[in-house]
């Protein structure tokens, strides 16, 4: 596993919930970071972890890899990789999001 993945993975099993965006929670840099985090308020979740994926490249590339999906943000609830923000989205009409980030 590289330093990087490592890294990525400490961060995923470390946080309950964690959002690797552009941007911060308070500053999102592009639509979609936006719109994930707006989601998240709106389901009520709490002890969101950010990471801003613009101030660490090897983050940015590798979360990617990570993953195995090419898009940023990305989420994860209890280590397990849930999407990005069209699939939250779809979660979050449906109510399967705030079902998962309450359990």
Not at 20 to 49: D, H, N, Y
Not at 69 to 96: C, N, R
Request: aromatic share 8%; net charge negative; hydrophobic share 40%.
């Amino acid at each position: 596993m590289s330093d990087t993945i490592k890294r990525i993975d400490d961060i995923v099993k470390g946080n309950h919930i964690v959002l690797f965006m552009k941007g911060t929670a308070q500053f999102p840099m592009c639509g979609f970071s936006g719109r994930a985090i707006q989601i998240l308020k709106s389901c009520g979740a709490t002890g969101v972890k950010t990471f801003n994926v613009l101030e660490d490249e090897e983050i940015r590339q590798g979360i990617k890899e990570y993953a195995n999906w090419p898009t940023i943000p990305q989420l994860y609830v209890k280590g397990e990789f849930i999407g990005g923000s069209d699939i939250l989205a779809e979660m979050h009409e449906a109510g399967e999001l705030q079902d998962l980030l309450r359990a």
